[in-house]
């Protein structure tokens, strides 16, 4: 059932791209591998790999992802801000305190898929 679940995952993906990509130019193709390459850009980073891994459980504070992280406060911070614009997480304020969480799961789909991969080469 999970393998069944899992191709049927990819032809959904496979069809939604065919669909948004079907009309587009040579010249938009080209925005798009450049935004993608950005986007990358954005994951490529491991700070930003551990404060999604902190914030992919459920909203968190600032002070909670430092915490989680092992980081400095102005490290954290500028991680945050740098996933918020990509699109990655949400930022929420209360009063004084900001909050974090995940706005995008399919970016989190893919970063555990790829980290299960690697955490299962080095087994």
Same mark, same amino acid.
């Given at each position: 059932m999970h393998i069944y679940a899992y191709n049927n995952k990819l032809m959904n993906n496979k069809a939604k791209l065919k669909k948004a990509t079907s009309n587009l130019s040579p010249a938009l193709m080209e925005k798009v591998f450049e935004r993608v390459a950005q986007y990358f850009d954005v994951l490529s980073e491991p700070a930003r790999l551990r404060i999604m891994y902190a914030v992919c459980s459920g909203e968190k504070s600032v002070s909670e992802v430092i915490q989680l992280c092992g980081s400095s406060q102005a490290n954290v911070s500028? %991680?945050? *801000?740098?996933? %918020?614009? *990509?699109?990655?997480?949400?930022?929420?304020?209360?009063?004084?305190?900001?909050f974090y969480s995940i706005a995008d799961n399919a970016t989190v789909e893919m970063c555990q898929t790829v980290c299960a991969k690697i955490a299962e080469s080095l087994h």
């Open positions: 500028r %991680h945050l *801000a740098m996933l %918020h614009k *990509a699109g990655i997480l949400l930022r929420r304020k209360e009063g004084t305190t900001v």
